[in-house]
């Protein structure tokens, strides 16, 4: 399945979803598709996030990220996750060719090899390894209805 990033009426508001196959280069690049390449703006932070993925942030939401952990308390799981989150951040550009360049750390962390599934999460891509993908949507398909009833007041049909 291939979606786009769909532009909302507000200026600077987004969504992007989708879900995309690509393979990562011999060199550590990935091809990110071009129709979510223009919501991720020129500059953008590519860190550890949970579940083993990638989180893929723009600019814009990165920096609002940023300012709600300023307002964390100075707790231990609070330092923690800054330190598991923040250490492993690298701000990004796109090559010529679409292409961004991911760190040996984060690629080791995601079990980045070869192919990878890329979706779009409203705020921000994530990046799998195929085989945690198919993991994951093999774990949760099943639950989806029961966490849509415990997320929402209806459920999805």
């Known amino acids: 399945m291939v979606s786009s990033g769909i532009k909302w009426s507000k200026?600077?508001?987004f969504?992007?979803?989708g879900e995309y196959h690509h393979s990562v280069d011999d060199k550590g690049r990935l091809t990110i598709p071009s129709k979510v390449r223009y919501d991720l703006g020129e500059t953008f932070v590519v860190t550890r996030g949970l579940d083993n993925c990638l989180f893929v942030y723009p600019m814009k939401e990165w920096n609002s990220i940023i300012e709600k952990y300023k307002e964390l308390p100075n707790t231990k799981d609070a330092r923690n996750f800054?330190?598991?989150f923040l250490s492993g951040a690298t701000t990004c550009e796109f090559d010529k060719q679409g292409r961004l360049k991911l760190t040996p750390p984060l690629?080791?962390?995601?079990g980045l090899v070869k192919d990878c599934i890329i979706i779009g999460v409203n705020d921000r891509l994530e990046i799998w390894s195929k085989d945690r993908w198919e993991a994951f949507?093999?774990?949760?398909e099943s639950n989806l209805s029961a966490i849509a009833d415990n997320?929402?007041?209806t459920s999805f049909n």
């Not at 690629?107 to 995601?110: N, P, R, S, Y």
């Open 82 to 84: 800054m330190r598991f």
């Open 151 to 153: 997320l929402f007041s």
């Open 11 to 13: 200026v600077g508001d």
């Open 107 to 110: 690629m080791k962390f995601a």
């Open 137 to 140: 949507i093999d774990e949760n």
């Open 15 to 17: 969504m992007l979803m």
